[in-house]
Structure formats: C-alpha cells, structure tokens
C-alpha cells in the first residue's frame, strides 16, 4: 500500500524501500507489543528495601506478588527483616497512563527493631513507577509513613525486578522446596505457607475450656485500644482465618467443630504483627450452650496463644 506512494526511483532503490517498510512496520509492531505488556502489573517481583538514612544497615529483603483486574490490585506483599519473615495483604490502583503503581497502607517493622519479639510496627503506603525494557521490567518507588499514624519512619527505597519466569516464594526458597503440585490454588498455597509460619514459632496453651456442643462459636476482637492489629487464626494447625483486622467493636467471628480428642481441638491466635502497642493482644470469646467464655490472648513473633477445647458430656448442673 505505502509503496504504491513512492515516486519511480530505480529498482534497487525501490526494493530498499520495500524492505525499509517492511522493518519498519515489525518494529512498529513490537514496539506496539511492548506499550500492551507494560501496562501489566501481573506476577512477581523482588528487591531490597533500603532504609532513607545512611547510617542504618537494615534491609528488607522483599517480594510483592501482584493480581491485576482492570485499574485494581491485589496481592501480597512479603518480607524478610533480620531473621524474621513476615507477609501482609495489599490493596491498590494501578494507572497504565502513568505507570504508577499505588499501595495501599500496611504494616511494615520499624527499621530501628533489634528484638523481633517486641518491634512496633509503621504503616506505610507504597507508590511505585512501572518501566519496561528488553532486558527487564522494574518498579521503582518508596514506601512511606502514613502521616496519620503516631509512629513515623524514614522513607523504604525500592527497585523491583519482575520475576519472568515462575519461582518459589521467600518463605520457599528458605525452607524447602515448594511441592510437586502444579494444580495448587492461590488460597492453597496461602494456607500451606502459613502453616509453615505457625511451625516456626512456640505455641503456648493459655487455658483449656470444657465445651458441650459439637461445635462452638468464637468472636475474637482487639483488647483494648484499637492498634492496628493484625492476626491469623488457625485450629488444629490449619488456617481458617487469614490476615484479619482485630477490631474493638466488630469481631472476627467463625464457628468450630469440636472433636472427641482433645488435642484436635487447639485453637491459636497468630501474630501477622504487633501493632503500634506490642505484643498482639486480643479478646477471644467462645460460646458454648448457655456460657460464654473470655480468654485474653497475647501473640508475637516468638510465640502463638493457644485455647484448647474439651469435649465433655453435658449435665444441668455443669459448670
């Protein structure tokens, strides 16, 4: 079609600009490839966070695992800080004009901790720009302290690196590698990585509770001041509840089956944080036929406070 614009140059010189053309409209194409590629967030990344301040030395060793659905994002955001690893939902907007990606706050360890156990953490919220190469694509950007939370922090410097092809996890590379299983869902895979968490850390039996029902419900709520904690909960050392907001007047609720052996029924409180007031505290309240039962419970991330439930047999006079 162009060539039929061309004036009448000499063969040889027409045939040059055939295949000029012909160049022309394959880089064009690429090129049009490329823009379609860059505005995906999709897959994994990794980098290190560096620290705003000269004289600090600790890194974050991070991974963000991202799913796209039109401008929203979900994910995960995992790290390693010192010898502790630790694992946040995210949620954010991602502007393929700008290429900017957007997170938002969650709780990031304070870069000044020494002791796992007791550090506070800051909640920060991530912005991040999208450039794509030949050679790789990268998200260059910071997390930053949320101005309205009381605990401030310097700004976390980050370049991630798209993972191109599939890898393990953090937690992964760390343990031992992932299984055989090309069939796993996210949320298996969410929940086989958190029960490795909860192998790594002391379970600690706060109190043992007599029930007479075949199941139970529990209502967990924060004891005390609202702080941002965060918790998983998990019995008999599966997970039911992931990642979830203690709340001083809306509880995370849940109902559990109890079994005839005791040691089936271990119901524990994992630590995702510590909030702005370590350690992570919670009120566990579990409902039985006609008595309700208060458990105060306290986690880090050394130790997960655990309730057990035991089965008896039910009598007017019980209890």
């Keep these: 079609m162009l060539v039929k614009l061309l004036p009448n140059y000499p063969g040889e010189m027409k045939l040059f600009l055939k295949q000029f053309i012909s160049v022309l409209s394959i880089i064009l194409l690429l ?7 860059s505005q995906d967030v999709n897959g994994k990344w990794y980098g290190v966070g560096s620290v705003d301040i000269q004289r600090s030395a600790n890194n974050y060793l991070c991974e963000l695992i991202l799913i796209q659905k039109g401008n929203t994002v979900t994910g995960y955001m995992n790290y390693f800080f010192r010898n502790g690893y630790f694992s946040n939902n995210i949620v954010g907007t991602f502007n393929k004009n700008t290429r900017l990606l957007n997170l938002k706050a969650i709780p990031v360890l304070y870069y000044q901790t020494t002791t796992l ?5 800051c ?8 450039k794509v190469a030949q050679t790789e694509s990268t998200l260059t950007g910071s997390f930053e302290s949320d101005e309205f939370h009381a605990l401030t ?3 976390i410097n980050i370049r991630f690196i798209k993972q191109l092809k599939e890898a393990p996890t953090l937690l992964e590379q760390v343990t031992e590698p992932p299984p055989a299983e090309p069939q796993e869902t996210p949320a298996q895979i969410t929940e086989r990585l958190a029960e490795k968490q909860l192998q790594m ?16 419900r529990i209502d967990l709520y924060d004891n005390g001041e609202f702080d941002y904690d965060s918790v ?7 997970l039911i509840e992931s990642h979830q907001l203690l709340d001083t007047r809306k509880p995370i609720s849940f109902y559990v089956h109890v079994d005839s052996i005791e ?3 271990d119901l524990s409180m994992f630590a995702e944080n510590l909030g702005r007031i370590p350690p992570n505290a919670g009120l566990m309240i579990v409902t039985d036929k006609g008595h309700r039962y208060e458990i105060n ?17 039910f009598q007017n006079n019980h209890l």
């Excluded at 090129?31 to 590629?37: K, P, Q, R, T, V």
């Excluded at 156990?117 to 953490?121: F, L, R, V």
């Excluded at 706060?206 to 075949?214: A, E």
């Excluded at 998983?232 to 599966?238: G, K, M, P, R």
């Design 153 to 155: 922090a310097p700004s």
């Design 117 to 121: 156990g007791t550090g506070p953490d």
């Design 232 to 238: 998983s909960v998990f019995y008999n050392n599966h």
């Design 123 to 130: 909640m920060m919220t991530g912005s991040f720009t999208l």
């Design 263 to 265: 040691t089936n029924n």
């Design 297 to 313: 419970m306290e986690s880090n991330f050394q130790k997960t406070a655990t309730v057990r439930l035991r089965k008896v047999k």
């Design 201 to 216: 850390r002391l379970k600690t039996i706060v109190r043992i509770l007599d029930v007479v029902d075949d199941s139970v």
């Design 31 to 37: 090129c049009n490839a490329n823009s379609a590629i």
